[in-house]
């Protein structure tokens, strides 16, 4: 009966239950959505990882970038030059010596771009440097090898030709070594940081055109760009044109990213905390054996904050003499010491004992104050050194100075090494090796220095002395200079009064006064020279200048016109008439400075030397009464104090400049003729430095005329600059050691 109402229904065919067939498409449909969702989701995350892959050239350019070139071939072919422009340089293979040298001349420069649309390129100084050095090594030896064939040529000795021996040949020539006369008057391609610095160092705005791949420069230089990972491509000239590779393209790697570059920099004005730091002060103990005295004699030092910095024992150094043609009595006072080289010793107790040493193999401990300038008596006539009181390991107070004030105050010799100081202690004064002081540093401490004679012009030692520096009040010598040619001339005499200008009462007020001055006060000529001289007070130099030019502005022309009269050969440029930094009147102010090089100032001296030799007259003297502006003044020149022979210059400092020093003594050769030793330190570190080593220079200059040495195989003021020049003075030194 089913069967038939079914077919009665549905005819012949079978026809399941509609609730059964519509389970089948269910499952069929739900599998369907679940494919269709996880393609969505493969599609939204391709998409998303395609979105970030897709290049945003701002962004991914912001950072640090860095390129590298090789500049060998370019610094041989510069150096090659240079050596050809010399008789017989063509003989030398100068690429040879390039080659050999097994190491590369790089030239590394940055470039830093920043979220708020600005760029810097900065050149890697560090870099530069080591790649100097390299270029200066292999051109030094270039020219050594030139300067051996112009010997041999010139029929000389084999022995002359060794490269050691002319290199020697070239400090005694030019008065400094051959690596630094090449830093100094080589290539420009080798010659110092500052120029690759001016040419590379670029500072501005930058701006991106996604459409066409293009960097704007500015306003008119562009590049096209390829940006691929951490490699960025440049093509087009624009950011520089000085690049050895740039004609097609450069290519730059990236050091920091996004997040390094945007930390920091920030846009507009921002201010940081000034973090100083300082190393902790610290004293090295140290028994030394000296040579002269017993056996297994000690003399206590205390290297003072460094190593080798050595401050020695006057007690031990009195013990160790005691017996000898240098035998002395020393008493050690509360404030200061006397010595008196024909008295005897007298031992307190302590002396010439050594330093406990400690499990770890170290001496010490030892209680000594600070450093500061002592008072020596010294065979009855005052000197100044910079020095410490301590006590001695039997509870004695000593007095520690350093070694080559002792070795100066005593002209002496000593030398310490592998912890061992050898005293000379025959009657014999110091002798100053200077190519041997030189060679172990001395100019390293300080931006320029020249040792030389002003009565002749002869220069005997040097270092960087073309180099214009900041001078600070050393200024004060032009400005003497300037108003000794108004004596001259008439238009005002030493014994005019001079009214005080409102100006220089208002500089007698601030930070760097040193003498109270009045609006209206009268003074006169001679007192306000003595106090610029002496005590080196710069208002004094200003209400001179005004009274001598009517306005400082106008003696400041004065000034640049004298300079000019005496032909000096550097760069130049005076400020005021004092030395003082003087800031800019603009919203990002700059601190200028009166600047010269240590080769016109020794013109300017050996000008006022010759022409106004009563300039020592006021310089020499160590105190002097200003009745009139009702002080008392002191000399800032210890050189005054410690070199007998000494008439001054001038001193001056301030930050930039550092401590500078223009000494000069007075001496009479054998035959009656009167010479003016000068020594000009510009940019020492401080007093320990400048006035020690002016002294060592002085006594070197003094030592050369005594001898007559020095001055037959010195080179004179006009000294040379280039190859040939150099090999000239180099064969006029041989042509006097070879007696032709």
Known sequence: MYEAENQGRYGNYYKPPRRKKRKKKSKTAGLAIAFLIIVCGLLICTCLLLYTRIPRPRKDLIGTWEFTEDVKENAASAASVWINSAILGDNVNVYDYFDKSNESILIGTKL??????????????????????????????SLCELISLRIKAAGYDEAYTEETVVEGLINEAAGISAGDFIKLHGPRMI??????????????????????????WGNDRYDSFVLNGDMLYLNGGGLCDFAASYDSDLIMHRIHDASQAESSKTSGLSFRPVIRASAAEHRISENLVATAGGPNTIIKAINYEYANNRYISL?????????????????????????????????????????????????????????????IIFNGRENKYYAFFGINTSGKRDLYMNVTDVAIMFDMNIDV??????????????????????????????????????????????????????????????????????????????????????????LSQGRDRMIPMETGQETNVTELMQAMLIASSNESALALAEYVAGSEASFIQKMNRKAVELGFQDEYRFNNCNGLPVYTDDFSTVKLQNIMSARDMFKLVSYILKVYPGITDITSMKTAALPT??????STNTLLYNLPDAVG?????????????????????????????????????????????????????QQCIESGEGAENSVTAVKPEDAESLIAAVLKVLEKKAGK
């Open 649 to 701: 210059l001038k001193t001056g400092t301030t930050d930039m400049a550092g401590a500078c020093v223009v000494g000069a003594s007075k001496i009479e050769d054998a035959s009656g003729n009167i010479h003016y030793p000068v020594a000009i330190v510009l940019g020492a570190e401080n007093n320990t430095v400048r006035f020690p080593t002016a002294t060592l220079m002085l006594k070197y200059v």
């Open 629 to 634: 502006l009702k002080m008392d003044i002191k």
């Open 112 to 141: 830093t771009l920043y979220n708020n649309g600005t760029y810097e390129l900065t050149v890697d100084e560090k870099l530069y440097n080591k790649s100097q050095n390299a270029s200066v090594t292999a051109l030094r030896r």
């Open 315 to 375: 007690r031990d150094l009195a013990g160790a003499l005691s017996g000898t043609a240098r035998e002395f009595g020393l008493s050690v006072l509360d404030s200061s010491a006397e010595i008196d080289t024909n008295g005897d010793f007298c031992p307190v107790g302590g002396e010439n004992e050594p330093f406990p040493v400690n499990d770890d193999g170290e001496t010490g401990p030892v209680t000594t104050n600070d450093l500061k300038s002592v008072s």
């Open 417 to 506: 090494s592998d912890g061992k100081i050898k005293i000379d202690a025959s009657t014999r004064g110091l002798d100053i090796n200077m190519e041997e002081l030189s060679g172990n540093g001395l100019f390293v401490e300080m931006k320029s220095a020249l040792a030389g004679d002003a009565s002749t012009g002869t220069v005997y030692a040097g270092n960087l002395e073309a180099t214009p520096v900041a001078i600070a009040s050393t200024t004060k010598l032009m400005t003497y200079a300037v108003i000794m040619d108004a004596v001259t001339s008439g238009e005002i005499s030493m014994d005019n009064p001079v009214l005080i200008s409102a100006n220089a009462a208002k």
């Open 191 to 216: 010659t110092g940081f500052d120029e690759l610095k001016e040419e590379r160092e670029k500072r501005g705005h930058f701006s991106l055109d996604p459409s066409n791949s293009t960097i704007k």
